[in-house]
């Protein structure tokens, strides 16, 4: 569904299936103008019974995901990430647009992807949580190279990730994506696991974030008391 990218718009209201039966990968679907909005009744789906889920990409210029008086609320696309891959994409438009994608309500989603693509920024100031196996890719300054890139992602609320999921980032079109290490455990004293937060020390040249708040108390005995 595709309108025009510099002053047109798209508005998602109805149900857009791309499944895919019988082994087959779910499709690909696309909503794109320089404004979609896209409304509660909203029904997209591009799984798959028994192969990969597919994506659904939403590409206008600005994007903001919010309770009231955004593109789209979190609830929608907490539900909507059940059953598609999803990548909010801000392409440039007309005069006057920033190219920013903004998180101002809360995303739950347990499996499959969420991808923020902006042009510009990416700004999240409610909470995100992601459980279970779902991923979330922070790509921003996509309008120009990784060298002297002064876009940015500003987290201002947490972002709730589990071990079993996925995060990455990247920073210019021409940036290196950077994979990341999920902590969300504290690990015994000693450790080098790499895999908790203690055990960083096992693998220095990883990336690592913090998926949850980790409760430390127990350190207070390691070490002697020291």
Known sequence: LLGD????????????????????????IETSAAKVNIANTTKVST????????????????????????????????????????????????????????????????????????????NINTAMTASGTAGLALEYGQDAVAANNLSTYNVKAPINLASTGSFTTKQGSDGAVKTYTIITALGNQGSTTGKDLQGIKGNLTNNYVLGSNIDASTTASWNSGA
């Open 47 to 122: 799984l798959s019974d028994s192969g990969k889920t597919g994506q659904w990409l939403i590409d206008p210029t600005d994007f903001t995901i919010a309770a009231t008086g955004g593109n789209t609320t979190g609830s929608l696309l907490s539900s909507e990430l059940e059953s598609s891959n999803i990548t909010i994409q801000s392409t440039s438009g007309s005069t006057g647009t920033k190219g920013d994608i903004n998180v101002n309500d809360s995303v739950t989603w347990s499996s499959n992807t969420l991808t923020l693509k902006a042009l510009n920024d990416i």
């Open 5 to 28: 990218m510099q002053v047109g718009e798209t508005i998602v209201s109805g149900q857009l299936s791309a499944t895919g039966h019988n082994g087959q990968d779910g499709g690909f």
